[in-house]
C-alpha cells in the first residue's frame, strides 16, 4: 500500500484544514488507520485513529478540535482539523497503527499566530 497524504497549507491561528490520505496499491479499509505528525525537532507523534467500522480515537491535545474520518469506497482517511493553534504545526503522515507500511512525504501545516 502506498499512501499520499495531501491538504497541508498555511492557516491563522483559529483557521481549520481538512488532509487526506489516499491509499493506493491496495485497500486498507479493514486495518486501523492513523494520523501522526511530526513538529521541527521533535519524535512522530499519533494525533488521531479511526477503524474500519468508523470507531474513533484521539490524542489528549487535539480531542474536541480534530474529526477523523474515513470513506471505505474511494479508500481515503481525512483528518478535519479544528481551531488550530501554532503549536500544531508540523508535518502530517497518515500510516497505519501501528505502523505497517512506508511512510510518504506527509503534508506540512502550518499554523500562524
Known amino acids: 500500500v502506498q499512501l499520499q497524504a495531501s491538504g497541508g497549507g498555511l492557516v491563522q491561528a483559529g483557521g481549520s484544514l481538512t488532509l487526506s490520505c489516499a491509499a493506493s496499491?491496495?485497500?486498507?479499509?479493514?486495518?486501523?488507520v492513523g494520523w501522526y505528525r511530526q513538529a521541527p525537532g521533535e519524535q512522530r507523534v499519533l494525533v488521531a485513529t479511526?477503524?474500519?467500522?468508523?470507531?474513533?480515537n484521539y490524542a489528549d491535545f487535539v480531542e474536541g478540535r480534530f474529526v477523523i474520518a474515513r470513506d471505505n469506497p474511494k479508500n481515503t482517511v481525512y483528518l478535519q482539523m479544528n481551531s488550530l493553534k501554532p503549536e500544531d504545526t508540523a508535518v502530517y503522515y497518515c500510516n497505519a497503527d501501528p505502523p505497517l507500511y512506508i511512510w510518504g512525504r506527509g503534508t506540512q501545516v502550518t499554523v500562524s499566530s
Open positions: 496499491g491496495s485497500s486498507f479499509n479493514s486495518i486501523r
Open positions: 479511526i477503524i474500519s467500522n468508523g470507531d474513533t
